[in-house]
């Protein structure tokens, strides 16, 4: 198999602007990733393996390293909105094109249902009368005002909006350290049950909630399209993926020393309950503003990435050619729209089922991403067998694992799945589900699109 010999944006994407930088894009994806994952489902993961929860973050963050590596030399090497359609349709076969593709995009768009119901979790804290259908709704529209501007725009405003949380939960993990460092409050690793309160097997449980904090780092491949070099987008992901292991392991560690495991719960941040319990006058609401900052902004970034891959299935005969059309600003409006959806989904949750809205949202979104993730494993071994030493030379990002570490992570995301199904009987029929939909779609979409794809 011979390797596309390509730096550019994916031809059949133009029109999108070439305008974000590395620091733009990094914050997207960081953006992407903390949110309801870090700041309200690792309670989740808290509560499932108790004080152990560090190894898992430690696990967790080995394979995301490796899927980073891999998306950072297939990004690139094809930079585009595409992302991992793109390298399934290159190096694998049109159908892993396919569900990988649309499997993220339904994935990335149903976890913005997740980070609209942790958003009116956050307001409940200081408007407990107000209805969460309120601030799910205004939320939403702030989201979609955001995302039809110019991605020059849109990469600032996130820029900042990312940045916010960042700074505030490395303060997080500063003060934490302090607090177990100099006496301030009694490590609680051990004073429950021991660091495996329940057994060594509920680290593996955690896994998946784990897994889910890190989705968003492939946010840098999905931006790679609209980057200004292929020189910024290995920036990025080197940016991304050390800021994330940064900011994940050390608000983990801290979390576990200062606030008893068994206290852990979805009700609230664990980061508001951790200052509360502290007793640091008005950080509470201090962190949970930041929380509710890091939940608009996740959500932001994911109606971004999941508009893009839309806006890239449709171009390439996935979806309605209208969903391909850009705005005077560059912005795919329609797919932006059509992408928005899940949004009722968090509302109808919200009304109905408010209590199990959280984790039945994050279930139905973690496999998707994840068959995301296999998939540009898969393609990158394919791609480093092909690729000559020359051709490697000349890559922005080089993976120092190679192919060996891709196809490590691929058969540990694997397992992860595996786990997940046969922890959960829910898991594992909404992902069976979920491949026969997918499956179905392709069958029904093959023909039109090779029919669109021979007429251009």
């Known amino acids: 198999m011979s390797v596309v010999q390509t730096s550019e944006p994916a031809p059949r994407e133009h029109g999108l602007r070439r305008q974000l930088t590395a620091g733009q894009m990094a914050m997207v994806a960081v953006g992407g990733s903390i949110g309801t994952g870090l700041l309200l489902g690792s309670a989740a993961a808290i509560e499932a393996a108790g004080p152990a929860v560090i190894l898992t973050f430690g696990l967790a963050a080995f394979i995301t390293w490796t899927v980073t590596l891999a998306l950072g030399e297939l990004a690139s090497r094809h930079p585009a909105a595409g992302a991992f359609r793109l390298y399934g349709e290159l190096y694998l076969n049109e159908w892993a094109g396919f569900l990988s593709g649309a499997g993220y995009w339904a994935a990335i768009a149903i976890s913005i249902g997740a980070e609209m119901v942790a958003s009116a979790t956050y307001m409940a804290f200081w408007f407990p009368a107000v209805p969460a259908l309120a601030w799910v709704a205004l939320a939403s529209l702030l989201l979609l005002g ?50 495996f309160p329940n057994g060594g097997l509920a680290t593996l449980l955690a896994l998946p909630f784990a897994l889910y904090t890190f989705a968003g780092v492939e946010f840098v491949a999905v931006t790679s399209g609209e980057s200004r070099s292929t020189q910024e987008v290995a920036s990025a992901v080197r940016l991304t993926f050390a800021t994330l292991t940064m900011v994940y392991l050390g608000a983990i560690v801290v979390l576990t020393g200062v606030m008893p495991w068994n206290h852990a719960g979805v009700s609230e941040s664990p980061f508001v309950t951790v200052f509360r319990t502290v007793r640091i006058p008005g950080a509470s609401h201090v962190m949970n503003f930041v929380v509710l900052t890091a939940a608009l902004s996740g959500a932001n970034a994911a109606l971004y990435s999941a508009s893009r891959t839309l806006f890239s299935l449709a171009r390439n005969g996935w979806a309605p050619a209208a969903l391909g059309r850009l705005n005077r600003a560059g912005s795919p409006t329609r797919a932006v729209i059509v992408s928005s959806f899940p949004i009722v989904l968090a509302l109808a949750l919200e009304r109905w089922a408010p209590q199990e809205a959280f984790v039945s949202i994050l279930n139905a979104a973690l496999f998707g991403l994840l068959l995301s993730w296999l998939v540009s494993l898969a393609s990158h071994v394919r791609f480093r067998r092909a690729a000559s030493a020359r051709e490697l030379a000349a890559l922005p990002m080089r993976s120092p694992l190679g192919a060996a570490g891709s196809a490590i992570g691929f058969v540990l995301v694997l397992l992860a799945i595996v786990k997940t199904w046969w922890d959960s009987p829910f898991a594992f029929v909404s992902g069976v589900v979920y491949l026969l939909i997918l499956n179905a779609a392709y069958l029904l979409l093959r023909k039109s699109h090779r029919q669109r794809t021979v007429a251009r």
């Open 146 to 195: 955001v995302n039809v501007l110019s991605v020059r725009a849109f990469g600032r405003f996130e820029y900042w909006f990312a940045m916010i949380k960042v700074a505030v939960i490395v303060a997080f993990i500063m003060v934490g350290a302090g607090l177990l460092l100099g006496g301030g409050t009694s490590p609680q690793y051990t004073a429950h049950g021991g660091l």
